[in-house]
C-alpha cells in the first residue's frame, strides 16, 4: 500500500477547491496562468527590481534556450493505466519530500516583498517542502532558521574571496539546522547584465542582500566599525570578498574540512565535472546555467541534464533548475534523470504579488499541476518516469 496522498498537492483536489472558491466569490491571492503571473508581480515590483529578477545576461540568449529545450521534449501520454493511486514524494538526502521540489535560492528578496526571504522560508515550512537559504539573502541565515523551525532547509554557499568567511558562514548554518551546503559554481564572478547596467543598479551597493555577511562575525572582525555605524564600509569591504574567481577543485577539501553537512554542487553542465564531482566526494550536483543569468549564450540546462545524468551513473542525486515554469517542465527533468527540481522566478513572483501566501499558492499551484500531467500521461509516481515517457521533436519540426 502506498502512503496516504497529500491533499495540499493533490492536483484534482485542489483544482476543485478554486472552483468551489470561485462559486463564492473567492479567488486565489495570484493569477494561475504563467503570463498574469508574471505581468502581475511585474505591475508590484519596481522597474530596477523587476529587471533584476527576470533579466539575464547579455541578449538573454540563454534565457530563451531554457525554455526552448523544454519545448523540444515532448510527452507520450499512456493510455488504459491505473493511476488512481498516486505518489509524488522523492527521496533526497536521507529526507523524505512530498514532491520533487525544492525552493531554490534567490538572493535579495527585500526588493520584492517587505517580509523578504522569512516569508517564502515559512511558506516552505507550511508545505514540508525545503527551502535553500542564499547567501545574497536580506535576512540572517539564524533568522530563516528561526522562522522554519524544523522544517527542512539547505544552505546556498557563494564562496567569498576570504575562505575564513566561507567558513564562518557554512559553520553557521550547519549550527542553526540547515541539512546541506549548496555551492553555487557559476557566480564567482557577475555576469554582464545588460538591464542592470542600463539602470546602474545593484540592490548590494544599497545595502540589499547583504545580510549573511553583516551578521557573519568573521566579516565584522574585517571592519574597524560595525556595519551597523558605518554601512558604507561594510558595502566596500562585501565588494572586495565577494565571489572567488581563483576556485578550484583542490578548494573543495578545505570545504570538507569544515562541515559534515552534504555537499552539493550547483551550475554543473559538462559531463566531466559531474563526473569528476562525483570523485571529490560531493553527495549530489545541481544541473544549473542559473537562469540563464550568467553566460549568454550557454547551453540551455535541459540540454545539458542526459549527459551528466549519464556521467554521474547513480552514485550521487542529481537535481535541475533553469527554465522550470510548470508542472510538465517539472515531468520532463524528472524524465530525463533529475531527481528533483528547485523552482526559482516562479515563486518570487508570487512572493512580489502575495509575499507569504503568495509562495504557497504558487508552489501548490505548480504540484497539483505536475500531478495532473503525471496521471494524465499514465504514470504514477517519479520513479516510473524515464525517457521513454518523453520524444524530442524533430529538428525539421522546430522551424
Known amino acids: 500500500m502506498s502512503e496516504p496522498r497529500n491533499p495540499l498537492f493533490d492536483g484534482l483536489q485542489h483544482q476543485t477547491q478554486i472552483y468551489l472558491r470561485g462559486l463564492m466569490g ?21 522597474p530596477e527590481a523587476w529587471d533584476y529578477v527576470a533579466g539575464g545576461a547579455g541578449s538573454e540568449d540563454t534565457v530563451r534556450a531554457n525554455r526552448e529545450a523544454f519545448r523540444r521534449w515532448r510527452i507520450v501520454p499512456r493510455m488504459l493505466r491505473d493511476v488512481s493511486e498516486r505518489d509524488m514524494s522523492v527521496e533526497l538526502l536521507g529526507m523524505r519530500l512530498p514532491g520533487p521540489v525544492l525552493l531554490g535560492p534567490v538572493g535579495v528578496q527585500s526588493i520584492l516583498h517587505p517580509d523578504a526571504e ?3 522560508a515559512r511558506a516552505a515550512a507550511a508545505l514540508g517542502v525545503p527551502f535553500v537559504y542564499s547567501t545574497a539573502a536580506s535576512r540572517t541565515i539564524e533568522q530563516v532558521a528561526d522562522a522554519m523551525h524544523n522544517a527542512p532547509r539547505l544552505y546556498q554557499l557563494y564562496w567569498s574571496r576570504d575562505r575564513d568567511i566561507a567558513a564562518s558562514m ?37 545595502g540589499d542582500g547583504v545580510a549573511c555577511f553583516f551578521s557573519d562575525p568573521v566579516f565584522r572582525s574585517r571592519l574597524t566599525t560595525p556595519p551597523e555605524q558605518d554601512p558604507g564600509a561594510a558595502v566596500r569591504l562585501w565588494a572586495g570578498v565577494f565571489g572567488n574567481s581563483a576556485l578550484n577543485w583542490t578548494d573543495l577539501p578545505f570545504l570538507r574540512k569544515h562541515t559534515k553537512l552534504p555537499i552539493l554542487l550547483k551550475g554543473i553542465l559538462h559531463a ?10 560531493m553527495n549530489g550536483v545541481i544541473v544549473s546555467n542559473h537562469g540563464g543569468r550568467q ?36 515531468f520532463k527533468a524528472i524524465a530525463l534523470g533529475a531527481r528533483a527540481i528547485l523552482l526559482g522566478r516562479l515563486y518570487v513572483y508570487g512572493l512580489a504579488i502575495a509575499g507569504e501566501q503568495g509562495v504557497r499558492d504558487v508552489v501548490q499551484n505548480f504540484l497539483a499541476d505536475f500531478d495532473l500531467t503525471l496521471a494524465l500521461s499514465g504514470y504514477r509516481n517519479c520513479a516510473e518516469l524515464g525517457p521513454t515517457a518523453l520524444v524530442r521533436q524533430a529538428a525539421d519540426a522546430e522551424t
Do not use: H, M
Not at 473567492?26 to 519596481?46: G, M
Open 26 to 46: 473567492e479567488r486565489s491571492s495570484i493569477p494561475v496562468a504563467l503570463e498574469q503571473l508574471e505581468e502581475k508581480a511585474r505591475e508590484a515590483l519596481r
Open 272 to 281: 566531466e565535472d559531474a563526473a569528476r564531482a562525483v570523485d571529490c566526494g
Open 170 to 206: 557554512v559553520a553557521r548554518a550547519e549550527r542553526a539546522g540547515y541539512c546541506a551546503v549548496v555551492v553555487t559554481l557559476d557566480t564567482n564572478i557577475l555576469g554582464w547584465r545588460a538591464r542592470d547596467l542600463d539602470r546602474a543598479y545593484l540592490p548590494f551597493l544599497k
Open 118 to 120: 522569512l516569508a517564502s
Open 295 to 330: 553566460v549568454d549564450g550557454a547551453v540551455a540546462a535541459l540540454d545539458a541534464l542526459p549527459g551528466v545524468v549519464e556521467a554521474v551513473k547513480g552514485r550521487i542525486p542529481v537535481l535541475f533548475d533553469s527554465g522550470i515554469r510548470s508542472g510538465s517542465d517539472a
